[in-house]
């Protein structure tokens, strides 16, 4: 088994940049892909990032999604904040047998 | 276009079991690569992954819950259905079903969620 571990909350002024970390425990980041969603109160959550850095269509490219082996981490960035960007985020993956979701990060834009 | 729905009782006691079924169109569970899992956010908390059944019925579990689940389809009816037994108020939370179109793909579609509660 293995986790993901979020930032609680992170905060930023509309048009700055922001970045959310998701390390993982029990195995590498890069032998499975990791998604982001954006999840809002009382909506089912929506891809904006899967397979590492890919983004779906509709998604801006204000959205984008990396991974660092050497801190075993995936990172979701968004840069040019709007105040729609504010909602919780998650990050998930998998191994053979289960997946897995972070605990979620708030995105507060100030 | 695909569409999930998920449906099943508001308000369980607790340890009772609890059925939830998502229905869904737009796609077969038996195509190649295809699967539906259940994930579920309780009120002010993470999304908790669940369980997932793939196009050949193959079947994962959340390992800490899964002595309490089944997940089992019924192809003709275009339905998944969750069982988890021995509910608690610790299960309140709103179920989501989610497509995914191959195995380890992300979850592209979902439904509208199902908010259960679990109180005597």
């Known amino acids: 088994n293995f986790m993901l571990t979020q930032p609680h909350s992170v905060s930023a002024y509309p048009g700055k940049t922001v970045t959310i970390s998701c390390t993982r425990s029990?195995?590498?980041?890069?032998?499975?892909?990791v998604q982001w969603y954006q999840k809002r109160p009382g909506s089912a959550p929506t891809t904006v990032i899967y397979e590492d850095t890919a983004r779906p269509s509709g998604v801006p490219d204000r959205f984008s999604g990396s991974v660092d082996t050497s801190s075993n981490s995936a990172s979701l960035t968004i840069s040019g904040l709007k105040t729609e960007d504010e909602a919780d985020y998650y990050c998930q993956s998998h191994d053979i047998t289960t997946r897995v979701f972070g605990g979620g990060t708030r995105l507060t834009v100030l | 276009q695909i569409t999930l729905k998920e449906s099943g009782p508001t308000l369980v006691k607790p340890t009772q079991t609890l059925t939830l079924t998502c229905t869904f169109s737009g796609f077969s569970l038996t195509s190649t690569g295809v699967a539906v899992d259940w994930i579920r956010q309780p009120p002010g908390k993470a999304l908790e992954w669940l369980a997932l059944?793939?196009?050949?019925?193959?079947?994962r579990y959340s390992p800490s819950l899964k002595n309490r689940l089944t997940i089992t389809r019924d192809t003709s009816k275009n339905q998944v259905v969750l069982t988890m037994t021995y509910m608690d108020p610790l299960d309140t939370a709103t179920y989501y079903c989610g497509h995914k179109a191959n195995t380890y793909g992300h979850f592209d579609y979902w439904g509208q969620g199902a908010l259960v509660t679990v109180s005597s």
């Open positions: 029990g195995g590498s980041i890069a032998s499975n892909y």
């Open positions: 059944i793939y196009w050949d019925d193959d079947k």
